[in-house]
């Protein structure tokens, strides 16, 4: 059974380029979470989605950035025209239908870089 | 505002001895926390989790304890072993919040051999 599937693993972008981000969730699992790391500090919520529907996106910036987890196909978080303070490793977690909490298994993370 | 502080980046331990990290918080709605594990280049590892109703819990090596009144949790791990090197991250999970994990700055632990 594969783990969260996250590429690409490192992702290089200049000025105002877009950068896509790629999440393949865990067989089962239809809650996908998008979590951001900048560099000395802990993980901070973007974003909670199911299959089709975003759930809460209170953590993610109102502007440029967007994501969605379509009914086939992984998650994709978009980030258009980027600037250097997006330059974060990127982290994208899934869990099951929930009875009550599940933990939340993680991908190995997307190292983006902004030139 | 952080609401889920690990206020010692770094402790150094004996190999064979007791690790302990510490986690507060600040949010009364917390009522799921979870400690993860985090090698360098690779994505968190969940380790134990704790429900609000208990005060301990425990699996093999790992025991966590929950003082709900002080607002504070404790990550134990004993013995410590090399392989236990790594950043230990302290999360909380709110009853109202969707299940979206709010993590602390996390603890870089280095197990001496």
């Known amino acids: 059974n594969a783990g969260v599937m996250q590429n690409p693993r490192h992702l290089v972008r200049r000025r105002g380029q877009e950068a896509r981000l790629r999440c393949s969730p865990m067989?089962?699992?239809?809650?996908v979470y998008w979590y951001r790391q900048l560099p000395e500090e802990g993980l901070k919520f973007m974003v909670y989605?199911?299959?089709?529907?975003?759930?809460?996106e209170s953590g993610m910036p109102k502007e440029r950035f967007s994501a969605e987890f379509p009914k086939e196909g992984p998650s994709i978080l978009r980030i258009q025209q980027v600037v250097r303070g997006d330059s974060a490793a990127y982290f994208c977690?899934?869990?099951?239908?929930?009875?009550?909490?599940?933990?939340?298994?993680f991908g190995p993370g997307t190292r983006l870089t902004v030139l | 505002d952080q609401q889920v502080k690990q206020n010692s980046p770094s402790l150094s331990v004996q190999e064979g001895r007791i690790s302990i990290l510490n986690c507060d918080y600040t949010?009364?709605?917390?009522?799921?926390f979870l400690w993860y594990k985090k090698y360098p280049a690779e994505g968190p590892t969940f380790l134990i989790s704790?429900?609000?109703?208990?005060d301990k819990n425990e699996d093999g090596r790992f025991t966590v304890f929950l003082n709900k009144s002080a607002k504070h949790l404790s990550l134990h791990i004993v013995p410590s072993q090399p392989g236990d090197s790594a950043v230990y991250f302290c999360?909380?999970?709110?009853?109202?919040?969707?299940?979206?994990?709010?993590f602390g700055t996390g603890t870089r632990l280095t197990i001496i051999p």
């Open positions: 989605l199911q299959k089709e529907n975003i759930i809460d």
């Open positions: 949010n009364s709605m917390f009522d799921y």
């Open positions: 977690a899934s869990s099951p239908e929930r009875e009550m909490y599940n933990e939340q298994f």
């Open positions: 704790i429900s609000s109703i208990k």
């Open positions: 999360a909380a999970i709110s009853n109202f919040g969707n299940e979206k994990l709010t």
């Open positions: 067989k089962g699992h239809s809650h």
